[in-house]
């Protein structure tokens, strides 16, 4: 069974990078799709980006972070990445990661089985 843990969030300042690890064990082997989302207090989960493992074709979508974060593969480290740039103080939220795509949309959180535990990233002013 894959266990997803994320890692890398933190406080930081608005205008910083970050960048936010997906660690998955369990897998072996073939084709499947991590997706990032995150969820700020009081406001519905947000899909973030997906990828295609291990082909690497990431898929942005209508994200709210499209044009400042990308997503990318680590196949050495069985790890897939999302950097953010240009943090601003809405971007403040838990970043989860899930893997176990159960439905042909990527941006659907309920269409994903397994999900992290969840980062947590805060961006002051």
């Known amino acids: 069974q894959v266990r997803l843990v994320e890692s890398g969030g933190g406080l930081v300042q608005a205008g910083d990078s970050l960048r936010l690890s997906c660690a998955a064990s369990?897998?072996?082997?073939?084709?499947?799709?991590v997706g990032w989302f995150r969820q700020a207090p009081g406001k519905e989960r947000e899909f973030v980006a997906a990828i295609r493992w291990p082909h690497d074709s990431p898929f942005y979508g209508d994200s709210p972070l499209r044009g400042r974060c990308t997503i990318a593969v680590d196949n050495a480290n069985s790890a897939v990445y999302l950097h953010v740039y240009s943090l601003k103080l809405e971007d403040t939220a838990v970043y989860y990661c899930?893997?176990?795509?159960?439905?042909?949309?990527?941006?659907?959180?309920?269409?994903?089985?397994?999900w992290g535990q969840g980062t947590q990233v805060t961006v002051s002013s």
């Open positions: 899930a893997t176990d795509l159960l439905q042909e949309s990527v941006v659907a959180g309920e269409g994903y089985k397994t």
């Open positions: 369990g897998r072996t082997g073939g084709t499947y799709t």
